[in-house]
């Protein structure tokens, strides 16, 4: 098959790879033709303007847009969209809030251009890993793109089965899943994203009593100088929490016991205050993921151990640099 891809950062780059490994083809389009040139160089079709891209394309057309969620993919969309007829597909990869997918589908129906919405996890390390794409438009233009998911997300891989599956979608075993219509998926990738918060809160303030539980305010027979990097490695290896994200905690203490080249500073994204509002809208009550969130927000003002750690976490999961200065 054929896709065109605009958007050549981390992940847009390397999906692109992963795609012409297993032989399919790419034309690519960045604001940055270095981006393209590079990629032209692995084997990708480069063009240098939307019309040029869009041209190159073979009708109907598959584009995906990788770019930042907001202003950045809302210009995109509509500059595209000025470009393509009706059987075409516009897929933003993206994080965008699912109720701006309902309404770019809904601007887009009447002239016939199909919007999928994919939430895609899988951060610097996609390229090998493989990337779990969470799916949301109509059913006849995702099967139309299902060469293409297959190749992107993780596949099988070592992971047993989960008993009890007969008769459920079997592409969620593959990795990749059709979530339901215009914006279903980037609402479960929302929720994802508003979880992993809640799951790095937790691993970072157990290792932060472990920091702690040398302090001098503690009686002398209840100090423990306890070694974080071996206790992170030994729960990778048969605990009930291990995980991913434990696996990059691991690597981040190994590296730096004492994270030093962390100050603490941790952005939040989007995702996660858009899941809080949803929890607020369908009166779900969800005090861990909130109470993840406000953390963050605290972070921006005081540091704790807890706080590298979820810098640490961030930066190795999504190679996301931190703030180096405060706020608030």
Known sequence: MQLGMIGLGRMGANIVR???????????????????????????????SLAEFVARLSPPRATWIMVPA???????VLELAEYLQAGDILIDGGNSYYKDDVRRAALLAPRGIHYVDIGTSGGVWGLERGYCLMIGGEAAA??????????????????????????????????YLHCGPVGAGHFVKMVHNGIEYGIMQAYAEGFDIFKNAASAELPAAHRYALNLADIAEV?????????????????????TPDLAGYT?????????????????????????????????????????????????????????????????
């Not at 907001?70 to 995109?76: P, Y």
């Open 18 to 48: 992963r795609l012409l490994r297993a032989g399919h083809a790419c034309v690519v389009y960045n604001r940055t033709p270095d981006k393209v040139r590079q990629l032209e160089a692995e084997g990708a079709i480069g063009a240098y």
């Open 264 to 328: 603490g500073f941790v952005q939040d994204s989007g995702e996660g205050r858009w899941t809080i509002q949803a929890a607020i809208e369908t009166a779900v009550p969800a005090e861990v993921l909130t109470a993840a969130l406000y953390t963050r927000f605290r972070s921006r003002q005081e540091h704790t151990f807890a706080e590298k750690m979820l810098s640490a976490m961030r930066n190795k999961f999504g190679g996301h640099v931190e703030a180096t200065h405060r706020e608030g």
């Open 70 to 76: 907001g202003e950045a993919t809302e210009a995109m």
């Open 142 to 175: 995702v099967d139309r793109l299902d060469p293409l998911l297959r190749v992107i997300a993780p596949g099988r891989g070592d992971i047993p089965a989960t008993p009890g599956r007969s008769g459920l979608d079997r592409r969620a075993e593959e990795g």
């Open 235 to 255: 729960w990778r290896r048969g605990s009930v929490v291990g995980s991913w994200l434990l696996d990059l905690t691991a690597m981040a203490l190994a590296e």
